[in-house]
Nanobody, 127 residues
């Protein structure tokens, strides 16, 4: 069974930083495109970022460009989301996904059925 586990969330003040981790269990991530999504209370889930299996292609939502950085360490079977200059509107539950076939692009976030999903980690940006 393909499982993903997110961690690294927490409470941070505006302008602060967090690094989220997405660890795969039961499979190796090195062949998968990995994405990050978030969902705020009362809002629809939105795509945040994705990274191709090679790490050579990344994509970011306009709202996080220049502040978030996605990376992968296949030796650790982990994908990271470094979040800097956090804003209150970044608050939400962050989820990671993985797909064997789909590549990373702006259309990645429209996929209905991902191969694997995590259960999320909460990020709260508040003073």
């Amino acid at each position: 069974q393909l499982q993903l586990v997110e961690s690294g969330g927490g409470l941070v003040q505006p302008g602060g930083s967090l690094r989220l981790s997405c660890v795969a269990s039961g499979f190796t991530l090195d062949s998968y495109t990995v994405g990050w999504f978030r969902q705020a209370p009362g809002k629809e889930r939105e795509g945040v970022s994705c990274i191709s299996f090679s790490g050579g292609t990344t994509n970011y939502a306009d709202s996080v460009k220049g502040r978030f950085t996605i990376s992968r360490d296949d030796a650790k079977n982990t994908v990271y989301l470094q979040m800097d200059n956090l804003k209150p509107e970044d608050t939400g539950t962050y989820y990671c996904s993985a797909d064997l076939v789909m590549g990373c692009s702006a259309t990645y976030y429209q996929i209905v059925g991902h191969d694997a999903w995590g259960r999320g980690t909460q990020v709260t940006v508040s003073s």
